[in-house]
């Protein structure tokens, strides 16, 4: 029996590229994984729970002979890595990633990889966690989730074909759009939510009795802050990745909050009941739609 | 044996009266409870649970012969409510409330209660919920819960030290402040963020892809929204009420979100770091504060 992979190199030994591998070595449809990285005791730990079959530091030897390659490092970091393996990758072996935003990705494939692109497939897996690290890999991360994938005109419908394979055989639901809807849906349902709460504690903290308030803070604010506790890095690298669509959410955020101020300092009851509504019920409605999906 | 409280009344018989006097009944702390509203359905439904021990839809004659009268209902219905039991109350009657504003209500006690403030003890328990109605209602809720006290200058001490003794007997640990403290808390740690998460949604509602967004919407928006799905009426009265301390800190939410628009606009790596890393650093030291407490 052959797999669909024969040689999967991890660009980027975590989470994200860690649950990958250990989905298609559950199905039996890869044969070797290598997992590079710069933390050594990460490498080893990848090692130690079977993630990966060999660990490297040098991506570019890394990828000689591999067939797929998933670039699954905080965007920052692909330039450099898609220039070092430029050289090694062999015509047929298939390029992804699963970086957070996909307009920059874009830029960076066709800046590093132009000669490549027909194997190349953006995409981006929506399985974000608190957690980090080969450690907090597992099966079945993706059972359920989505994966958007963002295909470039010149992808051969073959590569993007046995990617999307490759997702639903982690349990994944696949959709591919391009990569400016990626950014702007992103944007509107994950990157200024983020934003938002960074910029709720940061006003809190500002406070004078900033720890008198955190003492009697309950569950809705350990909610609707949870997302504040984000990697930085991360994080700052989406907003300058994705600034444009992210400004445009920003400011309507701000004009909302100043149509709220106004009702509010007008004592206008109905405004206010109407636009309380009007969230409420929206929400209310995603939430029942959401429990009748899983 | 004597019970501390002889006839507790329930003005508003939902998941805050309800659970309050569950815990009493556990702890054979009460001998009547009788539940007052307008609802007949849920009035039966709290009577077939053993909520209460009997139903009225009149307050006035209900707290007749009471020693306890706890008010929970919107804080829009306490004040004809108390205007309704002033002339029937007991000499000896504690009146309190659960209203999750303190200065408006504080208010209402003097306009409505003047002659019977020395047994008067505004309070809030932190025990909020998606939940309501009496069917809700169950023991061990206000367990490891906080309740604010907020006693009056007229409060006898022996009131306030008696309500305090009923509520650590429910399992809660209580506090007592100011009501001008009380609500400048719980603007920062409460109302403002559900008055954000109403925000975000709105200007989500606005874009023309909505219904695309919110099908890629994943767990990082289900929790910063929860609180948007939350009763409209409730929290608009809540906004109107406590509105000097909100717009304080609405203001300084829009001044945080323009310092953030402009660090994108310029492009400032270094400042976003420290941005987002300040609210990071916050958020994780408190989680893991309130991981310890549990």
């Known amino acids: 029996m052959t797999t669909m992979v024969r040689k999967l190199v991890l660009l980027g030994t975590g989470l994200i590229g860690g649950s990958f591998a250990l989905a298609l070595k559950r199905m039996r449809q890869v044969e070797h994984v290598v997992g590079v990285g710069r933390n050594m005791a990460n490498l080893e730990r990848a090692l130690d729970l079977g993630v990966i079959d060999s660990a490297s530091h040098d991506a570019a030897s890394a990828v000689q002979d591999a067939d797929l390659v998933l670039i699954a490092t905080p965007v920052g970091q692909m330039g450099p890595l898609m220039q070092a393996i430029a050289p090694r990758l062999a015509p047929d072996c298939l390029v992804t990633d699963a970086g957070s935003t996909k307009g920059d990705v874009v830029a960076l494939f066709r800046q590093y990889l132009n000669d490549h692109l027909a194997q190349c497939v ?54 591919r759009m391009a990569p400016a ?38 569950t809705g604010f350990r909610d609707f802050t949870r997302i504040a506790g984000s990697h930085p ?57 959401d429990k009748e999906k899983q």
Chains 1, 2 share one sequence.
Do not use: K
């Open 233 to 289: 890095d991360m994080w700052r690298d989406i907003a300058l990745a994705n600034n444009r669509p992210i400004l445009d959410d920003l400011r309507a955020n701000v004009a909302q909050l100043q149509a709220l101020i106004a009702m509010i300092e007008q004592g206008d009851a109905d405004a206010l009941t109407g636009f309380i509504e009007r969230a409420s019920r929206a929400r209310t409605a995603w939430e029942a739609r």
């Open 122 to 175: 953006p995409g981006h897996p929506i399985a974000g966690s608190d957690l980090s690290g080969a450690a907090a890999a597992r099966y079945g991360l993706y059972e359920g989730r989505r994966v958007v994938l963002t295909p470039l005109p010149e992808t051969a419908p073959e590569a993007v074909a046995r990617l999307e394979a490759l997702w639903r055989l982690c349990g994944a639901e696949v959709y």
């Open 181 to 218: 809807q990626h950014d702007s849906i992103f944007a509107a349902v994950s990157h200024v939510p983020h934003l938002l709460a960074f910029s709720y504690m940061n006003a809190l903290l500002e406070r004078q009795n900033v720890a008198n308030c955190l003492d009697f803070a309950a």
